[in-house]
């Protein structure tokens, strides 16, 4: 069942968004060696960092009430990412993750 996130309250939108930036952190794990400071797939960590930086800005933007990258913003971000990556069934995960209990 696809996600209605017109549906969801401001707040249920900040959730989803904080625990979607969480859960992205896990997913860039991969992309360096565990114990130490070696990235073994720079260019794709670097693409996390950009789609995190966007999912932590629209968590404060709801935060705060304000304009900014919309819910189904950072969804499409999300789904490009993973086309894009070839991470398209990680981002699924992750989005299922997020939206547990809301």
């Given at each position: 069942?696809?996600?209605?996130?017109?549906?969801?309250?401001?707040?249920?939108?900040?959730?989803?968004?904080?625990?979607?930036?969480?859960?992205?952190?896990?997913?860039?794990?991969?992309?360096?060696?565990?114990?130490?400071?070696?990235?073994?797939?720079?260019?794709?960590?670097?693409?996390?960092?950009?789609?995190?930086?966007?999912?932590?800005?629209?968590?404060?933007?709801h935060?705060?009430?304000?304009?900014?990258?919309?819910?189904?913003?950072?969804?499409?971000?999300?789904?490009?990412?993973?086309?894009?990556?070839?991470?398209?069934?990680?981002?699924?995960?992750?989005l299922?993750?997020?939206?547990?209990?809301?």
């Amino acid at each position: 069942m696809p996600l209605n996130v017109e549906s969801l309250s401001n707040h249920a939108k900040t959730v989803l968004l904080a625990r979607l930036a969480s859960t992205l952190t896990i997913c860039a794990r991969d992309t360096y060696e565990a114990r130490t400071d070696r990235a073994v797939q720079p260019e794709l960590l670097r693409a996390y960092n950009e789609l995190m930086h966007r999912v932590t800005g629209a968590t404060r933007d709801h935060l705060l009430e304000r304009e900014g990258y919309s819910l189904n913003d950072i969804l499409e971000m999300l789904r490009a990412f993973g086309e894009k990556n070839g991470r398209a069934g990680e981002m699924r995960l992750a989005l299922e993750q997020a939206t547990k209990s809301l």
